[in-house]
């Protein structure tokens, strides 16, 4: 009876000992699959913000050379007005000037 208890006793710690082992890698292993799980989150986030980042800088680029183009636009369209205004002031220039000198000196212009 000695022995078929020390049997058991034995058993019993057996499975206490296999059941502890078993929780042990149990535990272990859950927490690979967090850590596994963590690298793959910051992964997916950086990830992410590279994305983002990429998608902010062509979204810039694209403002900034649209901005470029119409300021380009504008100065040009500035350049031929003050073209077509020097144009004007060269042809016109004399008749200008004699009808501002005929004004000081109070005589009526033919102009």
Partial sequence: MVIFLKESIDSILAIDK?????VENTDKEIEQIKKDL???LTDLENESIEKSKLLGKEKSDEILSNFEKKAEDLK?????????????YEKTSDDLI???LDKLIGRDSNV
């Fill in 38 to 40: 963590r690298e793959k």
């Fill in 98 to 100: 004699k009808v501002v």
């Fill in 18 to 22: 296999k059941t502890r082992e078993f």
């Fill in 76 to 88: 040009k369209e500035n350049q031929k007005n003050l073209e077509e205004i020097e144009a004007f």
